[in-house]
């Protein structure tokens, strides 16, 4: 939801708030993804390297977000973007091995927490290293929304210690989940309709864009 949804809301809100509205929905609409099918405790403990580099990630990531200009918050994220295009497309065809994986999952962990601190997309980074890891189907779809739901919710635990995140932000937030519901239910239908591949280019190609157009606004605006 939100590797589509960020470029597009930032260009309309700006990217601070972007952050803050799709916080809650992140959190939210992974929950039950999150939680189903058991093992939830075993998948917590194969997420412990991610989560151990997320933490501090995150907050290096926010404080960035919080002290920038919105002209060199929008050029970030569309640097942020462009390169969630390009981990989207490499992902599986990358591999590690056992040996390998508890310090590139701290590493996949701190710099995802950054990128989502920065721009609301804590996962594509560690998306790569789950599929490159070796997981698929329910047990990727599990692992990657426990993560999200983790990263997200410490993600508005540190905003909701700023000034910049209030009650008013947490309300409008949940109530975003609405639409977000709505075109999820939608977009579902759409996917099934289209083959998987041509589904990935169109989603690919309109995050791209919007990449782009983030960088264009962060370096002429």
Not at 70 to 91: D, N, R
Not at 110 to 120: N, S, T
Not at 205 to 220: A, H, I
Request: hydrophobic fraction near 55%; include cysteine; charge should be positive.
């Amino acid at each position: 939801m939100p590797i589509v949804a960020f470029p597009l809301v930032s260009m309309l809100i700006g990217v601070q708030a972007s952050v803050v509205l799709l916080t809650m929905p992140l959190i939210l609409s992974n929950i039950p993804q999150a939680l189903g099918g058991g093992e939830t405790v075993p998948c917590l403990f194969g997420l412990m390297p991610v989560l151990l580099g997320m933490v501090p990630g995150i907050f290096l990531g926010i404080t960035a977000l919080l002290h920038v200009n919105e002209h060199i918050a929008k050029l970030l994220a569309g640097i942020v973007v462009i390169l969630v295009v390009i981990l989207m497309t490499a992902a599986p065809k990358l591999k590690i091995n056992r040996r390998a994986q508890t310090p590139i999952g701290i590493g996949a962990g701190f710099f995802g927490g950054m990128l989502g601190g920065v721009a609301a997309m804590p996962g594509p980074l560690v998306f790569t290293y789950l599929i490159a890891k070796g997981l698929r189907g329910q047990a990727f779809t599990k692992e990657a929304s426990l993560f999200l739901v983790l990263s997200a919710a410490l993600m508005a635990s540190i905003l909701a210690s700023t000034r910049d995140f209030g009650p008013k932000d947490v309300v409008i937030s949940t109530v975003a989940l609405a639409p977000v519901s709505l075109g999820m239910y939608f977009g579902q239908k759409l996917r099934d309709r289209i083959p998987a591949e041509a589904f990935k280019r169109l989603v690919l190609l309109v995050v791209l864009v919007s990449g782009l157009q983030l960088l264009q606004n962060g370096v002429f605006s």
